[in-house]
């Protein structure tokens, strides 16, 4: 059951002039997309998802960005989780997409649907159901959700009982973002990174990644307008080059500044790069580093920089690599390039050996937090610093 009142409920209309004047759209939920192998024809997926901010008039990204041919959604509805499956009773309602009930996206493309009349509580457990017909190969979508979803062979999509969903999947398929209409004061942050990012190690299906608890501290905070949280992280990615996933130089414009209402960049990227033995040097991270920073400023986004976590006593780990990541982390610290510096390694380090993660903090693999440590990550965000001056909401 999702966390406190949920609700997806039709709402009179407003004015044009009073939305273009006091509202704008904000993305409440992102997954950066992956390529992915290919699924069968006349397939259904479910998918379960959790919200930050609140709002009304959602809508939905679909993306083919991987996709070599293109590929019609026949069918796709937004509701509300009960368990597992199974969908609050009369939450579930149809998506359009231009005023049709199915469209086409032609591959290397992604598509909005059409805005959904109602409002979305803030930190709902949102159900999205998609009906994909034909062969698809390869998929798009992200691989490591941490959160269980549904297949099913078929269309049903309109379907608010489970009882023909009875495939588990572990991934999100097709769907990248999802966005709601909210006060122009409101934003959001992209929290762009690795499988630390991605919640690798946290418990699956209670939303236990950092950005999580970041985003339940948002949603409690007064004074705070930076609401929303889109997690951008891929297992295994790299800031300098693709491998898992497009590398995060070559994915900032799709997973990040196009997403709507981002006031901020948060970046938590570079140990796979590090600890990689492919002779990355501190001039090379440095040089991503500024590629990232300098783009996300055009883009009038405000940049939060995170040092790179301990890794002692992970398979790969050596002193090359040891000496190269605290490079990093002095000019992450003191390079006055970030807008605004989070120090997550000296939070996540052991006091007695700071090469080494905290074993409180530590899933057992000496490079993935535990529960424990993804909440002290989120816990030692300073909130303040998420936003600071005027900045180009787009």
């Known amino acids: 059951m999702g966390a ?8 009179r209309a407003r004015s044009a002039t009073t939305v273009e004047r006091t509202r704008h759209s904000v993305v409440t939920w992102g997954a950066s997309a992956e390529r992915q192998d290919a699924g069968p024809a006349d397939r259904g997926y479910r998918m379960i998802v959790r919200t930050s901010v609140g709002g009304t008039d959602m809508r939905i990204r679909v993306s083919n960005a991987f996709g070599e041919h293109p590929v019609t959604f026949a ?14 009773r009369d939450t579930n309602r149809r998506l359009a997409f231009g005023g049709a009930a199915s469209v086409t996206v032609p591959a290397g493309e992604t598509v909005l649907s059409d805005p959904l009349p109602g409002e979305l509580a803030a930190q709902s457990d949102l159900v999205i159901s998609l009906y994909v017909t034909g062969a698809q190969g390869p998929t798009t979508g992200h691989g490591m959700a941490m959160q269980t979803s549904y297949a099913a062979a078929g269309d049903h999509t309109a379907e608010e009982g489970a009882a023909n969903w009875t495939d588990p999947i572990g991934s999100w398929h097709w769907l990248d973002a999802i966005s709601v209409e909210t006060s122009t004061a409101i934003s959001s942050v992209v929290t762009l990174g690795d499988s630390i990012t ?6 699956a299906d209670r939303n236990r990644r950092w950005p999580d608890h970041l985003s339940r501290r948002l949603q409690a905070a007064s004074g705070i307008t930076v609401k929303g949280v889109a997690n951008e992280g891929i297992s295994g990615n790299k800031v300098l080059a693709d491998g898992a996933g497009q590398a995060a130089l070559n994915r900032l414009q799709r997973d990040v500044l196009s997403q709507p209402g981002v006031s901020t960049v948060f970046l938590l990227e570079g ?12 001039d090379d991270m440095i040089a991503g580093y500024r590629q990232i920073i300098d783009r996300a400023h055009a883009a009038g986004k405000w940049v939060v920089g995170a040092t790179v976590l301990p890794y ?10 040891e000496a190269v990541r605290q490079s990093v982390n002095e000019w992450i610290r003191t390079g006055g390039e970030f807008d605004a510096v989070s120090d997550l390694d000296k939070v ?12 409180s903090f530590d899933s057992g693999d000496h490079l993935h937090p535990n529960d424990t440590g993804m909440r002290a990550m989120a ?9 600071c001056g005027p900045l180009n909401v787009r």
Do not use: F
């Open 271 to 282: 140990i796979n790069d590090i600890k990689a033995h492919t002779g990355v040097t501190v």
């Open 312 to 321: 002692q006593g992970w398979y790969e780990y050596d002193a090359a690599g």
């Open 4 to 11: 406190g009142p949920v609700h997806l409920t039709r709402q």
């Open 379 to 387: 816990d030692a965000v300073d909130l303040s610093a998420l936003r």
């Open 198 to 203: 991605d919640g690798w190690a946290s418990t």
């Open 348 to 359: 996540m380090r052991d006091p007695c050996d700071q090469h080494r993660m905290l074993p």
């Open 75 to 88: 069918s796709a509805y937004a509701g509300l989780r009960k368990q597992g499956a199974e969908l609050v």
